[in-house]
Each structure stands twice: as structure tokens, then as C-alpha cells.
């Protein structure tokens, strides 16, 4: 499946929920800075969420709709992630980032805000870049650097894929059942399912479950058009 890319794109992508916490808006912003300097770019929003309509009015008021692309839920989203030139985050807070996790494995360099795990997955200066919270100017000017340097994208990717925070999924099996349920239940739907069952009860039962899941699945690529 194809999601709009033109050949010689650079893919720059955030896989999230669309909820407040996420703080898309950093994201649109920061994307609407990197615009005013190259055209040669495509930002995807991986994921779905309450917030899916107001992001796309917002899209449209900053006037970057044409470079800008909502993917929705997507089942195999490691695919898509191992076709970005860059990761991106931009959560207010964050425990364990998956969708970095997920990067980090596929050797694509990041730039994330520095909330909470976030810093665990982004080694600053070695597999991407830390940036503050809220600051779509500085998360620019970071995605900037990196689609400019084609080397050191390469020499990024290549450190990220040694990270995985302490206690991390180092099974890719368990990342990609983890993704499935983050995207496909809301905040509230997940918080009540990690409180009955605990974070390691969902490992475990994961290995059973994502086996079914991927015997399940359309095998079919995503790609986004290089």
C-alpha cells in the first residue's frame, strides 16, 4: 500500500496515538518550519486518535497539507517505520517509547523531546537528537541537520540499532504486538487493560497472542514511495 510519497521524498514520521499527550502540534509546526526551506520532505502521521480531525484542520490552517500525510491505524506499522529517513516524537511525557524502540531496531536515526523514557531510546548526539518539550523550533532545525547529512543519518541509524533501554522488548514479536495495541485502543482502553493484567502479564500473554496476530495479517508491503 502506497501513502503518497514522490519519488525522492525524504520520509519524515511520528507513529502515535492522536491524543493531547502527544503533542502533535510540536510536530505540524516544526514541519511547517522544515517546509519554508525545502519542499523535498513528506511527514507522515502514523496512528489514529479523538484528535484526527482537529490535526487535520490544523494541517490545512498552517498551509501544509500537500506534505502531509495521515496514514490512520495501520497493522504492520514497523514497515512503515523502516521506510522513514527520520523518527520523530514529540510527547509531553512518555514512559517507554515503542515507536522509538521500533526505530531504533529498524537502524533509522530519531529526534524526540526530552520526556521521560524518551531520553532512554535517543542517545543524544549518537543515535539522533534530544530536544525540549514544546519546542518546534529546535526540533526543526534537528530534523534539518539530519535530512542535510546523509552520512551521519547513516551513522546514527547504524548506533540506534545497539539501543534498547533496560528492561526493553528485545524481541521484535513483542514490540510489534505492544504497537498493535497501543495504536488500536484508546488512552483510557489502554490504562484500564495494563492495570488488570500488569506490563509483565502483557509480555507474556503477547508471545501467544501476536503469533495468532501475524498468522492473521495481509502480508502485503507498505511502502512509502523513495
Not at 510536530?27 to 482537529?54: C, M, P, T, W
Not at 495495541?181 to 495494563?194: I, N, R
Amino acid at each position: 500500500e502506497s501513502y503518497g510519497g514522490r519519488p525522492g521524498e525524504k520520509a519524515v514520521g511520528m507513529v502515535a496515538r492522536l491524543e493531547e499527550v502527544k503533542d502533535h502540534e510540536t510536530f505540524l509546526l516544526a514541519a511547517q518550519n522544515v517546509l519554508e526551506h525545502r519542499k523535498d520532505v513528506r511527514f507522515y502521521i502514523v496512528g489514529d486518535g479523538s484528535l484526527r480531525e482537529e490535526l487535520e484542520r490544523r494541517v490545512l490552517e498552517l498551509g501544509i497539507s500537500e506534505w502531509v500525510t495521515f496514514t490512520g491505524f495501520v497493522k504492520d506499522v514497523e514497515k512503515i517505520e523502516a521506510a522513514l529517513d527520520i523518527a520523530v516524537i514529540t510527547s509531553k511525557a512518555e514512559a517507554l517509547c515503542l515507536s522509538i524502540i521500533e526505530s531504533n531496531i529498524a537502524g533509522v536515526p530519531a529526534v524526540g523531546t526530552d520526556s521521560g523514557g524518551v531520553a532512554e531510546v535517543i542517545k543524544d548526539g549518537e543515535t539522533g537528537y534530544l530536544v525540549p518539550v514544546g519546542d518546534a523550533d529546535a526540533l526543526a532545525a534537528r530534523i534539518e541537520d539530519l535530512l542535510a547529512d546523509e552520512g551521519k543519518r547513516k551513522a546514527f541509524g547504524e548506533a540506534a540499532k545497539t539501543v534498547l533501554p533496560p528492561g526493553a522488548f528485545n524481541d521484535s514479536l513483542n514490540v510489534k504486538f505492544r504497537r498493535t495495541v497501543e495504536l488500536a485502543l484508546s488512552a483510557d482502553e489502554l490504562s484500564a487493560l495494563l492495570s488488570a493484567k500488569g506490563r509483565a502479564g502483557i509480555r507474556s500473554e503477547g508471545q501467544r497472542t501476536v503469533i495468532r496476530y501475524l498468522s492473521e495479517i495481509d502480508t502485503a508491503d507498505y511502502e512509502l514511495v523513495r
